[in-house]
């Protein structure tokens, strides 16, 4: 199988389905709802639309895009001590911690 084939399929499985156990893991009461906010924290990749192309499956976002960067990861690391947005954090983080293992197969 195709390296680049690999990458994506592990990619995409922990944007999608790792989230899942994460959130039977951590919030196994309310795991569903908690499952489907992970996975809407994807909405963080809009900021790929800023990007000229918008996407380059050789590109590393970590750093490019402004919802991608380290001075996001911080406000996203203060949102965990916050109830109210603690799912919202553990999805954008999980979401910037898959982009970087991304990036280190670039």
């Not at 908690?34 to 900021?47: E, F």
Request: charged share 10%; with cysteine.
């Amino acid at each position: 199988m195709d390296l680049e084939v690999v990458r994506s399929i592990i990619h995409y499985n922990l944007h999608f389905l790792f989230p899942g156990i994460l959130a039977y893991i951590f919030f196994p009461s309310i795991w569903k709802k908690a499952w489907l906010i992970l996975i809407l924290t994807m909405v963080i990749d809009l900021d790929h639309l800023l990007a000229t192309p918008f996407f380059d499956p050789l590109r590393c976002s970590i750093n490019y895009h402004p919802l991608h960067t380290y001075y996001a990861a911080v406000i996203y690391v203060g949102m965990l001590f916050l109830k109210i947005t603690r799912i919202v954090a553990v999805g954008l983080l999980f979401h910037l911690i898959t982009d970087a293992l991304d990036c280190l197969w670039l």
